[in-house]
């Protein structure tokens, strides 16, 4: 007598390949912070199992802990995997110091991240005597003040400002509400051409102190004594509004 059988099942198997790719992808940039207007170049690479890949890159971007944002997508280039995108800083990009990621689209697969900063133009002024007599108490002041927008300057406050006379240190000023500062020095007491010196070091990782100077003809009457501005490209960023850094310039004459 037959038994029956509940749910009768016969074997069955299938087979198909699969491949194991172990995507890599690198990131970096030619430069540690820009200043608006400016371009930083974001590039990298994508291997495949160490060869250059032929994929689709997504560029991301972020602040703090906030979400990341697309910034852009790039195609490598077949032969070598490398990728490349242009960041141009807009003023609204000036005030943050940004942390970026690059992704295998298909994947997801990232890179590390990097950072790098947006700047805004600052400008710090000096003014001093053109001449002095050995000893002398002379005020040197200037204001320091960076561009929020297309001609809007706004006043740097809190900012330590030290004064030197021939890189001699003569004191440390901080800039009022106004970005304004003033500082009383005594001047040198042998007769010669000296060089006063206001500078503000910034807060931009690896930023190079930019300059303002105020020039003078040494040995003219002061009627021909032209003065010289030159404008100051110091730059700025990060969230509290700091800026890169600026030094101001002034030659000073001594009397015998």
Known sequence: MAQEMLDP???ASRERPLTVLAYTVYITCDIRWQVVGGIARIYGRVNVDGYP?????IIQKRTGAEPWTEVARVRTIPATGT???DWLIGYADACY???WRALEARTGISSTTIFV???HFTELTLTAPAEATPGESITVSGRLRYEDAPGVWVPISGASIPIYVDGVLKGTVTTGADGSYSLIITAP???GT???RATYAGTVPGAAAAFAILGFQVGLPPELQPLVQYAS????ALPVLAVVGAVGYAELTKRR
């Open 9 to 11: 099942m016969a074997p």
């Open 53 to 57: 890949a032929d994929v689709e890159v």
């Open 83 to 85: 990728y490349a995108y």
């Open 97 to 99: 110091d940004w942390e």
């Open 117 to 119: 900063a947006g700047a």
């Open 189 to 191: 007491t042998t007769s």
């Open 194 to 196: 000296y060089t006063i």
């Open 233 to 236: 490209y110091a730059l700025a």
